[in-house]
């Protein structure tokens, strides 16, 4: 089994790593790839270093899989060329989520889209990827309708450079205020919520908020749910989470709701103590609390969700379908 990792030196790259430690055999032989920055440093996986190579032409070959987690633009350009040498691609960007030809993945829910024919794999947002994992067992039981996610999204899912900014506006202390314009983001992040994740787009919503209503509907094959979405930046490192208020076609039952949760593997309720980002962090199960039947309704549940953006939003994900297609 030969494995190749694009964006190895990025923070879902690295996760990578360490779980492919975990997921396949030690005789597995891995290639590390990133931009020319990169080039030339060394990553190690099973005790052994590995030289990190530059994503161009000449350095690819023949691959069994192929982990992206480069942004769009290098998977636009390069997928395809792993494709042709052989390669399962699975492809952490937004870039070919929306082909209808394109498997939308969330291992536990709907692998099965995947076949010998389908070498291209997209993986989620990592946002609407926690949420689904609750809203999956939740829909087998009572058919879902529409959402209203309001999502808390932390700077890690906007990689590397986010998370340094909010490190050093945290250590300004009191020095930071308002006016501060030196951070990764058009606000101040550290001690703060900004109330748009992502760019906004000429309706008003923003691409994060648009991915909830996009892939959401993709992945849990509901071509009509009505999805009303909302999405801030907070200043957190690690750990989205979303309060989800949802609409079934049947009346809920809460304790039968949280029992359909606790039976769908990755995901776990908390009934005691309350799951927040710093709770997540590291965890590869989906966090789920709060869950209260609706006030004006006996169709509507509410709930919070919390998950590792790094991990079940991103890395793990793309490592459980890896493994997936390496069994086919």
């Known amino acids: 089994m030969k494995i190749a990792i694009i964006g190895a030196t990025g923070l879902v790259g690295r996760k990578i790593i360490n779980l492919l430690e975990e997921y396949f055999s030690a005789d597995t032989s891995y290639t ?15 005790g052994n270093k590995l030289i990190v ?33 052989g390669a399962y691609v ?60 309001v999502a808390y999204q932390a700077v890690s899912g906007s990689g590397t450079q986010a998370v340094d900014s909010l490190n050093r506006e945290i250590e300004m202390g009191d020095n930071l205020n308002v006016n501060y314009t030196e951070g990764f983001y058009s606000r ?16 008003g919503y923003s691409d994060e908020e648009m991915k909830f209503v996009n892939e959401s509907r993709k992945i849990l094959s509901i071509d009509d749910l009505i999805v009303e979405p909302s999405n801030a930046r907070v200043g957190v490192k690690t750990g989205h ?52 039947e609706g006030i004006s309704s006996k169709k509507i549940l509410n709930f919070w969700v919390v998950s590792d953006n790094l991990l079940k939003g991103a890395a793990l994900n793309a490592v459980q379908i890896a493994k997936y297609v390496s069994q086919l």
């Open 241 to 292: 989470g979303t309060f989800c208020s949802a609409v079934f076609e049947s009346e809920i039952n809460r304790e039968t709701a949280i029992d359909a949760i606790n039976n769908f593997d990755g995901v776990e309720y908390w009934d005691n103590l309350l799951p927040t980002p710093l709770d997540a962090e590291g965890r590869k199960n989906v966090l789920v609390s709060r869950m209260r």
């Open 90 to 149: 699975i492809d952490n960007s937004s870039a070919f989520r929306h082909e209808h030809h394109v498997p939308l993945v969330v291992y536990g829910i709907n692998e099965e889209t995947i076949s010998s024919s389908t070498k291209l794999i997209a993986n989620p947002n990592c946002t609407t990827m926690g949420l689904v994992m609750v809203l999956k067992p939740l829909h087998d039981k009572f058919n879902l309708k529409s959402i209203t996610p």
């Open 32 to 46: 590390f790839f990133a931009s020319s920055k990169s080039k030339g440093s060394e990553l190690k996986i099973n």
């Open 53 to 85: 190579q530059e994503l161009i032409d000449n350095n690819i070959s023949e691959f069994d899989i192929a982990l992206f987690s480069a942004g769009s633009e290098r998977s636009k350009e390069f997928a395809k060329k792993f494709i042709d040498q």
């Open 188 to 203: 101040p992040i550290a001690k703060n919520v900004i109330p748009v994740a992502g760019n906004l787009l000429d309706n």
